[in-house]
């Protein structure tokens, strides 16, 4: 079998190594990739979203996967040029892949289907969306777009509010488009995944996402700075209320809105004092939470993949480990305001017993390792036991060292 991945993060790496770990050996392409995932993925000459889908068409690619979210939209889309070209492809059309795109389309979405989640107004200009606000703060304010994870604000108060409103709505650094104002909810987050394939559907390991920056959750909003992943992450309970009233309506309001749907799909829920709700979807896997989520996955994912983009449930084919799995990442100087480059990375050698993926690395022309992005690495240690996965990440993730290296020492050990 010939797969090629789309994308170039540590989520990628992490798919790539858990597709080639697969028993029937595939071989594996990836686009655009990165030097760490070409050390075991072929690269693809191509230079945009139609040349790598004529590419994958005269290459006899059997599946493409979508790792990263932005080919889905672009252009007719990832998937539905896929579709076109007879390609199987694990990862939504453009259409469906709105939900994650456009977050009016999901609250939007959401309602419809009684799918429960936060109150939202949508707002065209900055005085509309101050009378949304109407003075009731904490208010979290939404860019309606891709944002690369910068379009949510929190906002504890009206300063905050007004600083994100001017630069979306002045400075338009994220460009055109709306403001969706929505109710602050409370309590812990839980990233829960499922693959979907038409009307069915099979729940992968819940995680946890550790976003602030700073230990303590204390600090600027990242990419995530590490994951938790395992099935006691929820209580069978809440995670059978999440199943009953988040996944199964959106499988069913998908169906019915005619929004086909082939992938993993990501719904980002808090566990409120009043039940779960939905705070986002994303039409891909979660980065740290793949990392995390990744070695737990047991059996063949390549051919699980392959049949659901061929429209088949194969839940016989993939299982999941009943331990626990840490993920902790080591960004870059600046992070996440800024990024730098070309720091020397050590130590990478020395590590046994965790997996490495990489996020934002480059290798020199000497064959070092430099840092090439904001996240660097993620560090992914398992266990039986949480304390064993936390004990075994943190002391794989101290072996390694770059300049300007952070890092939390509470990823894994923070409840919350
Ligand atoms: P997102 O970029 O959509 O993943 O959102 C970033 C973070 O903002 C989420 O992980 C939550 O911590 C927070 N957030 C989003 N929506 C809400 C909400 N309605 N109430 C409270 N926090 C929220
Ligand atoms: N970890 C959050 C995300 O992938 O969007």
Redesign the pocket.
């Known amino acids: 079998m010939r797969i090629l991945v789309v994308g170039k993060g540590g989520r990628e790496h992490a798919l790539v190594r858990a597709l080639a770990e697969s028993p029937g050996n595939p071989e594996l392409f990836c686009f655009p990739g990165s030097d760490a995932i070409f050390e075991i993925a072929k690269p693809v000459d191509a230079d945009g979203l139609e040349s790598l889908v004529a590419w994958m068409k005269s290459n006899a690619i059997d599946l493409c996967v979508a790792g990263e979210e932005s080919y889905l939209v672009k252009g007719e889309g990832l998937a539905n040029l896929c579709e076109k070209n007879g390609i199987p492809c694990w990862g939504p059309p453009k259409e469906s892949a709105q939900l994650e795109a456009s977050k009016e389309f999901a609250k939007e979405f959401l309602v419809r289907n009684s799918i429960p989640t ?1 109150r939202a107004t949508a707002t065209d200009t900055l005085e509309e969306a101050v009378a949304a606000i109407a003075g009731e703060y904490p208010t ?1 304010l ?1 860019f309606d777009g891709l944002a690369a ?1 910068k ?2 604000a ?1 906002c504890p108060d009206e300063a905050s509010a007004m600083s994100f409103l001017d630069e979306v709505f002045t400075q338009r650094r994220f460009g055109p488009g709306r403001v969706l104002v ?5 309590g812990p ?1 839980v990233s829960v995944f499922a693959a979907i394939i038409d009307d069915q559907y099979l729940i992968f390991t819940p995680a946890r ?1 550790y ?1 602030r920056a700073q230990d303590g959750d204390l600090g600027p ?1 990242t990419g995530g700075m590490g994951a938790v992943a395992s099935r006691q992450l929820v209580s069978q309970e809440i995670l059978a209320q999440i199943e009953k009233e988040i996944v199964r309506p959106t499988v069913d309001g998908l169906r019915a809105e005619g929004l086909p749907y082939r992938g993993f799909l990501y719904f ?1 829920i ?1 566990l409120t004092p009043t039940g779960p709700q939905v ?2 979807y994303n039409c891909r896997f979660g980065d740290p939470e793949c990392q995390a989520v990744m070695p737990l996955v047991r059996g063949d994912l390549a051919a699980f993949c392959l049949a659901g983009a061929n429209g088949e449930l194969r839940a016989d084919l993939i299982s999941f480990n009943d331990g626990w799995s840490v993920c902790v990442i080591l960004a870059s100087a600046g992070y996440p305001e800024t990024s730098r480059n070309g720091d020397t990375i050590s130590g990478l050698e020395k590590i046994a017993a965790a997996r490495v993926y990489h996020s934002g690395t480059r290798r020199t022309a000497d064959g070092n390792w430099e840092t090439n992005g904001g996240r660097v690495l993620a560090v992914v240690a398992g266990g039986s036991t949480r304390e064993q996965a936390v004990t075994q990440a943190h002391a794989a993730a101290d072996l390694v060292e770059f300049d300007g290296l952070q890092r939390r020492r509470d990823i894994g050990i923070l409840n919350f």
């Open positions: 936060a979290v939404k994870g379009g949510v929190v929505e109710q602050c909810l409370t987050e996402d976003k909003n980002g808090m705070i986002e």
